[in-house]
């Protein structure tokens, strides 16, 4: 095992996670104490991950040792001012209790295969942090049982041609407002990947760096903690308030709870068609801008432009934030396009911490980044559904809840897309007809 890729120990520290999640962490202590939620962990990638969990299973248990310092406590104060003091000073008292909150198991396939089967249980507050770390944990454990030889050279070539190809294309293109964040934490290769990544840029790029998104290595290189809010938001609010209401409730509870201080809206739980309809005027005003996740950027771009140009409201004194898989390239063509029409900002992950280029192992196997996510599918019992403008990125357990929830905000019911999802609930072993 290389040492400059692996550590002892994953997660290095309570901060090592998404600044979102605190965030969202607050709103919820404040607004919702009760609520309890149910969380379930997603393998987009064709891989079998069955084999892992023994060694995700014990990372994960580790979490019972990790608390906030009084440090830590202290930065948060410093450098998000945003949350309530008394709530900051109340993680001290946080412990994650993993033997009670998570469960694992391996559950078979409809193809007859075998994956790996994490869940999460419990107050919302209390279990709203897992998410990127327990992402975080499985993805360095995959790299670690499987990909051991790779060598550091080969990431550092591959970030330091990229950083190199980004240069001569910005200074070529005479592009000026190319910015953006890490946010790769979920998806990282390692927890050393990512902190070698973030050291090499905060000194090759420092004017196009904005900050990263993860709180622990934001504080050890001086960067700005980035993030603002995140889908199970907006999905938990379908279980909370009437289901027609959550997106436009959602939205000005948190507008309440922040002031505006983190004010990126998030648009495509239920379709941006349906978010536009619910982010009138003053939404629209109130909010500094908005954060693109899924479908083709460029109309939806072209959409928030119209939409803020119909409600008098200069494109130019907002910010269109793009989070979609990007590498620099992608990232480059987004913001040419939009120069100087609207502000651009991007947020990039797994190309940053877990592109390893060509490499490929003895057996001829080329290395390719695990495709994971954690969502939330249950709010106080009910069932909850992110839309998605992108059909391979919807989630949702229920099918009925689904069609429901379209025929709240008028969206047309699409016979493949819920022969889509049904396929996808088959194949994870999943019975879709929950009240069956």
């Known amino acids: 095992m290389t040492s400059n890729l692996f550590s002892s120990r994953i997660i290095q520290s309570a901060l090592d996670f998404d600044v979102y999640k605190v965030n969202m962490m607050s709103a919820v202590a404040a607004l919702y104490p009760d609520a309890m939620v149910s969380y379930k962990f997603i393998v987009r990638s064709e891989e079998d991950l069955s084999e892992l969990l023994p060694e995700v299973e014990a990372e994960v248990l580790k979490l019972q040792d990790v608390q906030f310092n009084a440090e830590e406590i202290e930065y948060i104060k410093a450098v998000a001012p945003y949350l309530n003091p008394k709530f900051v000073d109340a993680l001290h008292a946080f412990r994650f209790n993993p033997q009670r909150d998570v469960a694992f198991n391996i559950k078979p396939t409809a193809d007859g295969f075998s994956q790996l089967g994490i869940t999460i249980n419990g107050l919302w507050q209390d279990t709203i942090l897992y998410e990127t770390i327990i992402m975080s944990i499985v993805s360095e454990v995959r790299s670690r049982m499987r990909w051991p030889e790779i060598p550091f050279e080969q990431f550092q070539a591959v970030l330091e041609d990229k950083v190199r190809h980004l240069k001569s294309d910005l200074k070529r293109r005479n592009i000026t407002n190319f910015r953006f964040a890490d946010m790769s934490t979920r998806r990282r ?64 509870r948190w507008q309440e709870m922040f002031k505006g201080a983190i004010g990126i809206a998030l648009t495509d739980t239920i379709g941006i068609d349906a978010f536009l309809k619910d982010f009138d005027e ?25 939409h803020y140009r119909s409600l008098g409201i200069d494109p130019m004194t907002k910010t269109l934030v793009f989070t979609d898989g990007l590498n620099f390239e992608q990232a480059l063509d987004i913001c040419e396009h939009f120069q100087g029409r609207v502000q651009v900002s991007f947020g990039i992950g797994t190309s940053l911490a877990n592109d390893m280029g060509d490499y490929a192992n003895a057996q001829g196997i080329a290395y390719q980044p695990l495709s994971i996510v954690i969502k939330m599918v249950s709010c106080n019992g009910s069932p909850v559904a992110k839309i998605s403008d992108e059909p391979e990125k919807a989630m949702c357990e229920d099918i009925f809840f689904l069609m429901n929830l379209k025929r709240r905000f008028d969206l047309p019911l699409d016979l493949d897309e819920c022969r889509t999802l049904i396929d996808r609930l088959e194949k994870e072993g999943e019975n879709y007809l929950i009240d069956a």
Not at 282 to 306: F, N, Q, T
């Open 282 to 306: 003053e939404l629209s005003h109130a909010y500094l801008g908005v954060r693109h996740d899924s479908g083709c950027p460029y109309s939806w771009g072209e959409k928030m432009i119209e």
């Open 189 to 252: 290769f390692s927890f050393q990947v990512q902190r070698s990544m973030l050291a090499f840029l905060s000194k090759e790029l420092p004017d196009c760096l904005t900050g990263t998104s993860n709180y622990h290595l934001a504080r050890e290189f001086d960067l700005t903690p980035i993030g603002t809010v995140a889908h199970e938001w907006f999905m938990g609010h379908q279980a909370l308030v009437n289901v027609r209401d959550s997106q436009k409730v959602a939205l000005q």
